[in-house]
């Protein structure tokens, strides 16, 4: 990897790295880059993500109508690599591209509408920094907590069209640990914990 992202810097000026001293995972390597970001947005998809062509572009588009919006989303597609399935995840939230308030947003959970994948945000990086960015105790939850923090505070943009896709698979982390009850339990209650600061 790190050979391919030299030959990239070589290419492209633009591109910079940072190698951590000691590996810090994925949530702490997330955290580093947001803090080490320049930009206005991020994007911030896992190493088995893809994301279509298009995706900036059209986030990028909508965020500049929509400044009050913690970060865009668009419909993910959902690869199941057991079963070779796929469905798309985000169908019912708007037929057009659109901005969604929080009262729209807590409208759309509500109702069980509101399927946002983290593969395919831009996220809004000043927003996410308020947001704390990953906390790290979450584990496996860390970015939808952090993406509805976004969404419940400042609205989201939603563009109706796959523009990514993550893969399921049974042996990730996420998988893994949701099937240890007690593990998951420990980072539900500290999700709940969070939801009860003032901050």
């Given at each position: 990897s790190v050979e391919v992202l030299?030959?990239?810097?070589?290419?492209?000026p633009s591109v910079k790295i940072c190698r951590n001293p000691i590996n810090q995972g994925f949530m702490g390597t997330v955290n580093r880059g947001v803090d080490l970001a320049q930009g206005q947005f991020v994007?911030?998809?896992?190493?088995?993500?893809e994301i279509m062509p298009?995706?900036?572009e059209k986030s990028l588009r909508l965020l500049a109508e929509y400044p009050q919006a913690g970060a865009s989303a668009a419909i993910c597609r959902m690869?199941?690599?057991?079963?070779?399935?796929?469905?798309?995840f985000g169908v019912a939230i708007s037929s057009q591209p659109c901005y969604l308030p929080p009262q729209k947003i807590v409208e759309l959970a509500r109702q069980g509408r509101l399927l946002i994948f983290a593969s395919t945000m831009l996220w809004r990086r000043d927003a996410l920094l308020k947001a704390g960015k990953y906390h790290v105790p979450l584990r496996w939850h860390c970015?939808?907590?952090?993406?509805?923090?976004?969404?419940?505070?400042?609205?989201?943009?939603f563009i109706p069209e796959v523009m990514g896709e993550f893969?399921?698979?049974?042996?990730?982390?996420s998988n893994r640990g949701k099937s240890k009850l007690e593990v998951q339990l420990e980072v539900l209650r500290y999700a709940l914990d969070l939801l009860d600061r003032p901050e």
């Open positions: 030299e030959s990239l810097a070589r290419q492209y994007c911030l998809p896992g190493a088995d993500d298009g995706l900036f690869f199941d690599m057991a079963s070779g399935l796929s469905y798309n970015d939808w907590f952090a993406m509805f923090a976004l969404a419940f505070r400042h609205g989201l943009c893969r399921l698979d049974p042996s990730s982390v």
